[in-house]
Each structure stands twice: as C-alpha cells, then as structure tokens.
C-alpha cells in the first residue's frame, strides 16, 4: 500500500455528501479537480484548532471543500461564505450544501471574486484560496487586508511549479504567489506537501495606510 491510500485509509468523511460527490466526480470532466480528502480533514481540523468563525472561500467548485468547512464552522457556530463565478457549478453547490444540510451555516455567492470581495470587511478567521490560479497574485494584497492579525490564509495548489503534469503557466501564477507571500513582512508562512501543496501564512503584522 502506498502512503497515500495509507493515510488516506484513516480519514473519516465529516458528511456522507463528501463520499457521493468523490464517488461521481471521476466520471465527470466538466468540472475543475476538488480539494484531496486529507486537505478536507486539514482544513476541518485547522477551523475546529483556531475555533475560527468566519471562514472566506474563493472558488467552490460544486461544494466539495466547501462540505468540509460548513461541517467545521458548525462546530465554532461560525459561518462561511464561499465565492464562485460559474454559473452551472454554482447550482451544483447549492443543490450540495442543502444535501449536507448546511444552509445556515454556508452562504453561497456567484460572481467573480475579484469584484465581490471589495466590499467585504477586514474580519476573516481563515481565507481559503482555491479559485482560478491567475487570481492568487492578483488577490494577494486584498486577502492579506481583509484577514484579521492572528488569522490564516490558505492556498490550495502552490506546488504547481514543481508538478509536471499541470500546464506550466499555473505554476507561474503559484510561484510568482509564493514569491509574494514569503515577501510579505505581514505575513508567516509555510509551505506544506498536502496534495498539490499548500501555503498556509499566518497574519502577523499590520497594513501599512
Ligand atoms: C479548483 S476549483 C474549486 C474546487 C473547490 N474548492 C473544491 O475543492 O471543491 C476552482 C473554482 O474557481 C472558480 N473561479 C475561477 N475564477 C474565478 C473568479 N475570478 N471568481 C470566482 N470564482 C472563480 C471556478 O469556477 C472553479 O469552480
């Protein structure tokens, strides 16, 4: 047995949707890959660890991670709003969320990420990153801004530029992202070898005016 399937074999899903969705997504080639299982539980774990209440997602995809943290922010009696711009997987997640019984405890919002986090608040807990990779440069400076000091960003797929399989210009996007957040004097960071790596910074330091 591989370490993988090893690890793999000790994880319990936190929603029986989660093996649903799993179960019919490798038939499927219309929607973008969902987060791994172990990432999932992380991601649970992390939220459960920092009692984290408000939880930002950009990118849903059709609700896989999302799953993963509503079931956690219904333990830190928080809530999470995940962003999407696609309008069909947009139904997916709400068709999901309400499957994982997670209505009141999961807001979903269409449209493009760019423009909707504008208005937001500086609040955020934890800011999960795994919508288009062209967006985590772009966004960088924003989501720094609107994470509280002592809160987390996420970053799904930041080892792209070491990963063969996966078209070169994403790897320019996760590398030019990682270059930016080791930068960032705000910021304390790591990089860790889940799934296709993740960067995980801690907010240490305030905005500069
Ligand atoms: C990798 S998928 C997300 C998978 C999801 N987080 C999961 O693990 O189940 C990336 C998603 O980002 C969305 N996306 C790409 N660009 C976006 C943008 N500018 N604003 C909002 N969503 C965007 C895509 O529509 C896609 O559903």
Do not use: C
């Amino acid at each position: 047995m591989d370490s993988l399937k090893y690890l793999r074999s000790f994880i319990n899903r936190d929603s029986g949707i989660l093996l649903d969705i799993e179960s019919s997504s490798p038939d499927r080639d219309d929607i973008q890959p969902s987060i791994e299982t172990e990432l999932g539980k992380f991601l649970g774990l992390i939220i459960r660890l920092t009692n984290a209440k408000k939880v930002l997602e950009i990118g849903s995809g059709i609700g896989y991670s999302t799953i993963w943290l509503g079931e956690a922010v219904k333990v830190t009696s928080g809530k999470v709003v995940t962003i999407d711009n696609h309008e069909r997987t947009h139904k997916e997640v709400i068709k999901n969320i309400k499957a994982a019984g997670l209505n009141n405890w999961v807001e979903i919002k269409l449209g493009d990420a760019e423009d909707l986090i504008m208005d937001f608040e500086d609040e955020w807990d934890i800011v999960f990153q795994d919508g288009g990779k062209y967006l985590y440069p772009v966004l960088h400076d924003k989501i720094v801004r609107l994470t509280r000091p002592g809160g987390l960003i996420i970053a799904d797929d930041t080892m792209f530029k070491v990963n063969t399989q996966v078209r070169k210009g994403l790897g320019e996007y996760m590398d030019e992202y990682n270059k930016m957040v080791f930068a960032d004097s705000r910021l304390y960071s790591t990089i860790l070898p889940v799934g296709h790596g993740i960067t995980v910074s801690l907010k240490i330091g305030p905005d500069s005016e």
